[in-house]
């Protein structure tokens, strides 16, 4: 796959077969949509292309920066580059762009810049200033600027069962096993290793403190994870704790991994945590000592439930 980050630097070597969207998540229902579209494309002998949007829409034309995400646009990235897809365009979203009247966007984006011969969207999909246009008037301007329109069915969709709502939902109340599902794969955090108090090392259980940058990355539950993640090329499971650390009168919210059999040095390097279960709610205990207790209880439980992998 090749990506574009921006509509004017895409030049199509031919037709092109495209779909829009969000694609937070790159879930299962998504999977089904493009895998529609590389077939769609395979058939008719054009290039599969997704057209797709940061800042997300909400941001810009609601300054909603309390949004959460299912991925930060970089994961997003390379969950489609994994679909199979020839080209990914990633198209800063602007008021201007916002106020595209329906005619606009088919006519200056899609014939112009995508040069496409066929859209395949929802059942669902509007588009255009205020999002007025419906697939039927999609159709219309097919029938004008000569193109195929192609519409997901919904019952297509309602086989899966899944939304990115749904995955929010899970991940929020600790249920990660059906948010993974749901993805078909581990949901996953990215970020850096930065230095924290260093207090589980004096307790046995040194912690890397990971930082993600992106405000907008949904962060689950707070709790204790079982998580695993690659390090030098090997996987390594840990158990994580999202919360403010009560027991030591914590005042932010720190993401922090134990990992279990690995004992390196990883300040300053970014690393992938794929969640793969939630094991219980955090909790505010009366001493370190009773901390420190309730830890070798948790490490006890991450290795039952890695031999069980």
């Excluded at 201007?96 to 984006?109: G, N, Q, Y």
């Amino acid at each position: 796959m090749t990506s574009f980050q921006g509509i004017d630097l895409f030049i199509p070597k031919g037709k092109t077969v495209v779909t829009i969207g969000t694609f937070d998540g790159v879930h299962l229902g998504h999977q089904k949509i493009i895998q529609h579209l590389i077939d769609a494309a395979k058939k008719a002998n054009c290039e599969s292309v997704i057209l797709t949007f940061f800042p997300h829409p909400r941001m810009v034309l609601q300054g909603d920066q309390s949004i959460q995400l299912l991925n930060t646009i970089k994961e997003r990235t390379e969950l489609l580059a994994n679909t199979g897809i020839d080209y990914l365009v990633v198209h800063p979203f602007d008021e201007a762009f916002s106020s595209l009247s329906a005619e606009e966007f088919i006519k200056t984006v899609l014939v112009d810049k995508l040069n496409v011969h066929q859209i395949i969207v929802g059942h669902d999909h509007r588009f255009g200033k205020n999002r007025t246009a419906d697939f039927h008037d999609l159709v219309q301007f097919g029938q004008k600027y000569g193109f195929q329109v192609a519409q997901i069915e919904a019952e297509m969709l309602h086989e899966v069962n899944v939304s990115s709502t749904k995955i929010r939902t899970a991940l929020l109340a600790g249920e990660i096993k059906l948010a993974g599902d749901y993805l078909g794969q581990p949901y996953q955090l990215n970020g850096t290793v930065a230095s924290g108090k260093q207090l589980g090392r004096t307790i046995g259980f040194p912690t890397a403190n990971l930082e993600i940058p992106e405000p907008y990355k949904l962060i689950p539950k707070r709790g204790v994870y079982l998580v695993r993640s690659k390090i030098n090329n090997l996987p390594v499971y840990g158990l994580m704790n999202i919360g403010f650390r009560p027991t030591v009168s914590g005042t932010d919210q720190t993401i922090e991994i134990h990992f279990l059999h690995f004992d390196g040095d990883l300040y300053g390097q970014t690393i992938r945590v794929d969640l793969l279960d939630f094991w219980r709610n955090e909790q505010k205990f009366d001493s370190v000592e009773a901390l420190k207790t309730q830890l070798e209880k948790d490490k006890e439980w991450a290795l039952r439930a890695i031999a069980n992998l």
